[in-house]
């Protein structure tokens, strides 16, 4: 018996340093070259999204990948002769699939966080956006301090989450003090018809998206928000030359108004910045 | 019904998916799952530990942690799989543990009079094996390897996090860009039609397998 306990006490041990010789290969890893030349070379680059992330990026009926950051991704890469492959990857797993090289840009509605610039490099800004807090129209919930002891939901792992968290007073103030993590936005808006939830926060474009398919009369979006925030492009750290070049390609489509004009097919509205 | 139409085409290519992930796991695993079973068997204390090891693992983690550790995990020491390989890795390794026990509870209900008489008739252990074992073992355990066949069929939208789109997926972005349930329940009708099918196939193979009853 005491034989049997040392195994596995021996065996936990090995797990546990196999864990931490992981982890440190994994910091080495990310300290590699400029993969820019590379990509070259190929023909193609590899960019992960999310294809369940309407309108940003996802699938129309015929399957294929469609979307405002799509259309956006494809006419930079053009402008530096690339094709563009678009992986669909696990939102809760896109850094990892970054850094480990199984796709060379997240270009996905992907909002600059500090948490986030720690692991990936951004471009520049180039759509501003806002966390907003949804209801459902004839909710009691009229500002942000409305939403003491009320249930709020937000998409797993997105800014919203992040966003929130900014502001521990109200958080802490929530039903249980806790933010209820959902798959999808959908999901969110499902919950929150079904009257489990009082309030979603989420990114505003994607917000206004689900609104405008579901019935504008049935919500309502608050004035106070959670902060305004920016998508940008994530890379690999080291890829330097990539980002120079994506910067380069969306500059120029600022000036000629091939961005504009993409921006009126998805949103009706010129909102790149 | 027009619009269940309109979702047709990424359905299917999904199920295709599905269904690929299926039959691949299922091919590779029941075999290997005998293996998994005789060494699981073996008076070897090597390669008893072994396998015990192995199936404890397998059965002690979640499917979706090891499919996670294959694909993202294992390329940090070098070992790099696309993603298709990698699901089949994670399926296979993680269901050959379930069907080398169900294999196992099999075998060790075969009565020892079998083995001696298999001897006394001069059959090799080999043949004893595979010829007299084997056969009743599978007869008893159809069953149990039906049941498993069929979470095998559900658990394969678990591929979602390796970024393969199959059918529950194809179903979760319809339901996003078009803000609807339906698709969702368009998915649980293809899973029922699948799961009618491998029931009614594992049906005919009980009764064929029914023999001197």
Known sequence: ??????????????????????????????????????????????????????????????????????????????????????????????????????????????????????????????????????????????????????????????????????????????????????????????????????????????????ISQRGVEKYAVLEDDFGKEEYGIGIRKTDKELLAAIEKALDEMRKDGTAAEISKKWFGDNIIR | MNYVGTLMYSMLVGLATTIEIFLLTLVLSIPLGIVVALARLSKIQFINLTAQFYIWIMRGTPLLLQLIFIFFGLPLIGLTFDRLTAAILAFVLNYCAYFGEIFRSGIQSIDNAQYEAAEVLGLTPVKTFLRIILPQAIKRILPAISNEVITLIKDTSLVYVVGIGELLRAGKIASNRDATLLPLFVVGLFYLILTAVLTKTFKGFEEKFSYYR
Do not use: H
């Not at chain 1, 699939?97 to 490099?121: F, H």
């Not at chain 1, 942000?144 to 966003?163: G, R, T, Y």
């Open chain 1, 1 to 210: 018996m005491k034989n049997k306990f040392r195994i596995l006490i021996t065996l936990i041990a090995t797990f546990i340093l196999a864990a931490f010789i992981l982890s440190g290969c994994s910091a080495k890893s990310a300290n590699s070259k400029d993969g820019y030349s590379e990509i070259k070379d190929k023909g193609f680059i590899v960019v992960g999204l999310d294809d369940t992330f309407a309108p940003m990026g996802f699938r129309d009926e015929k399957g294929e990948v469609v979307g405002f950051d799509v259309d956006l991704a494809k006419e930079v890469f053009k402008r530096n002769n690339l094709e563009v492959k678009f992986q669909p990857i696990d939102w809760s797993m896109k850094e990892t699939e970054l850094n480990t090289g199984n796709i060379d840009a997240i270009w996905n509605g992907y909002t600059i966080t500090d948490e986030r610039k720690e692991k990936v490099a951004f471009t520049n800004p180039y759509l501003e956006n806002r966390q907003v807090i949804i209801t459902l129209a004839n909710s009691s919930i009229k500002s942000k301090k409305d939403l003491k002891d009320k249930i709020v939901a937000a998409q797993n792992e997105s800014s919203s989450v992040d966003a929130m968290n900014k502001e521990p007073e109200v958080v802490s103030s929530l039903k249980n003090g806790e933010i209820i993590v959902l798959d999808t936005n959908n999901e969110a808006f499902m919950d929150l018809e079904a009257g489990r939830i009082d309030a979603v926060v989420a990114d505003e474009i994607l917000a206004r998206y689900y």
